[in-house]
């Protein structure tokens, strides 16, 4: 009865902490607008980007991941790795789906980097580092992301020091914020649909 109630603490606090809407709050301060409005009508870095610029959007996109890394430390240091890796996943949940603004967020990529990067600091940051430089060459934050989301599974199965669990979970993070994504750009494509 008790590791049921350290799970479901754990858990909701994972989903509570994902659901600060980062990209919300930095518009509706400097600009005084609902994010959700404005671009695309998403509630994440990209759109910030579009809409205020590239530094502001930046801020925003390292606010959130480092939002998902700490959510993954602190709950994998105070409860456990088991809890951590599904803090995680509930992390990029709540921050997909916040409860703040009745599920309209943005499309998890950010805090699911910020996840990986705080399960495998060794792996994840080099190739970070080398998706920033994608970033800082094409301009194009989607390749930049998919190198790091693809690149980093394969590392951890050719390394070969890591359990099956870590394979696992270096695989479903981008099908998670994949499906995020999509339907992210559904709703939001009906949304401006129904605005016009």
Known sequence: MELIIIWCVGLVSAYLLGSIPTAYLVVHYRKGSD?????????????????MGAKTGIFVGIVDIFKGSIILALAGWLLGSGIGMAG??????????????????????AVGIGVLLALLPYLAFPIALIGIIILGVTRKTRLAIAFFFITLPVLVFLV?????????????????????????????????????
């Open 88 to 109: 995680g996943i509930i992390a990029i949940m709540g921050h997909s789906w916040p409860i703040y603004l009745l599920g309209r967020g943005g499309r998890g990529a």
């Open 35 to 51: 994010i959700r409005k404005l671009g695309d009508g998403n509630s994440g870095a990209a759109n910030v980007a579009r809409v």
């Open 160 to 196: 070969g020091n890591y359990s099956l669990v870590y394979l696992g979970y270096t695989l479903l993070i981008p099908v998670l914020v994949g499906i995020c994504h999509f339907i992210s750009v559904k709703y939001t494509t009906k949304g401006l649909a129904g605005a016009i």
